[in-house]
């Protein structure tokens, strides 16, 4: 039987597996960013919905009053993750974003250190350092291209998505499939006056749909449902997982073949985490630990 630790980890690999099919989709479909994030929200926010009202013993009015604040702050957070994931792929190569977000450990762990006090190690900050180097490679090479605002956007939903995992993580008591149903309910509501759906081919509802509906939404749920189990800087470990996966459907699928300067700083970036994350020593349990509560032990 898995102990907490271990059942975080387990979902946190999961859920990144599951959402490194984004790109995938977001490609196949091969159309504006604002529809593709209407569809994608209103899809996810159905399939998130009916999943809520199918296995929560309580309401949605009950649930949203146990953590109204945090609720509605990690689910704009999410919102906005997802907004600039998808005008990133659309905007620069799929191994770029990938890449970019193969930094959100160093990012996630800094932000919880800040806010819940988890200790981020001397190795970490030196890993901080080589990381930042990594992404200057990869952006450097879009230095004076178009491809530099899907850069930025992809830098952004790191942020973003490292804020939401610390509200995750202080506030284990957040409905995960409410607070991603209002995330997607938000994302389309922001997309729908920009969106183009009567001039949206077929493949845009079939990828989009697939997407929205399954992928995604068990994806995220999984992964955010593990900082409930392990602490930040552990469940973001996983994030390189939809790095190599995402990096892989692109050039399997659609003969996306990363750049040379993609390859060296994800190998600079990659190198870096695991040498801030899983190269730590193990941290003796009451000491400086979090609890599941969010608290410091």
């Known amino acids: 039987m898995f102990d907490d630790r271990r059942r975080g980890w387990a979902l946190a690999a999961f859920g990144m597996l599951m959402v490194s099919t984004d790109s995938a989709f977001i490609r196949a479909a091969d159309f504006d960013a604002w529809t593709i994030a209407f569809v994608f929200g209103a899809a996810s926010a159905i399939a998130l919905s009916i999943v809520f009202a199918a296995s929560s013993p309580i309401g949605p009015a009950v649930a949203f009053r146990l953590a109204p604040v945090p609720l509605l702050a990690v689910a704009m957070l999410s919102a906005g993750t997802q907004l600039a994931f998808t005008a990133a792929v659309n905007n620069t190569a799929v191994s770029n974003v990938v890449v970019i977000v193969a930094a959100t450990p160093i990012v996630a762990a800094s932000l919880a250190w800040l806010v819940l006090r988890e200790r981020t190690e001397p190795r970490v900050a030196a890993a901080i350092a080589v990381a930042v180097a990594g992404i200057v490679?990869?952006?450097?090479?879009?230095?004076?291209?178009?491809?530099?605002?899907?850069?930025?956007?992809?830098?952004?939903?790191?942020?973003?998505?490292?804020?939401?995992?610390?509200?995750?993580?202080?506030?284990?008591?957040?409905?995960?499939?409410?607070?991603?149903?209002?995330?997607?309910?938000?994302?389309?509501?922001?997309?729908?006056?920009?969106?183009?759906?009567?001039?949206?081919?077929?493949?845009?509802?079939?990828?989009?749909?697939?997407?929205?509906?399954?992928?995604?939404?068990?994806?995220?749920?999984?992964?955010?449902?593990?900082?409930?189990?392990?602490?930040?800087?552990?469940?973001?470990?996983?994030?390189?997982?939809?790095?190599?996966?995402?990096?892989i459907w692109a050039w399997a699928f659609f003969s996306e073949r990363p750049p040379a300067g993609t390859v060296v700083g994800g190998t600079v970036v990659i190198a870096a985490v695991l040498y801030g994350t899983l190269g730590r020593r193990p941290r003796a349990p009451g000491r400086n630990a979090v609890g599941r509560d969010g608290r410091s032990l």
């Open 137 to 247: 490679i990869v952006v450097s090479g879009s230095i004076g291209e178009p491809t530099l605002d899907g850069d930025l956007l992809a830098a952004v939903a790191v942020v973003l998505f490292s804020g939401a995992l610390v509200i995750w993580r202080r506030h284990p008591e957040i409905d995960r499939r409410l607070a991603l149903a209002v995330a997607s309910t938000i994302m389309a509501f922001v997309a729908a006056p920009f969106a183009s759906l009567g001039e949206a081919p077929t493949r845009v509802y079939v990828a989009v749909g697939l997407m929205g509906l399954f992928f995604n939404p068990i994806g995220r749920t999984s992964y955010t449902t593990a900082p409930k189990y392990a602490p930040v800087s552990e469940v973001v470990l996983f994030t390189p997982i939809e790095t190599i996966a995402a990096t």
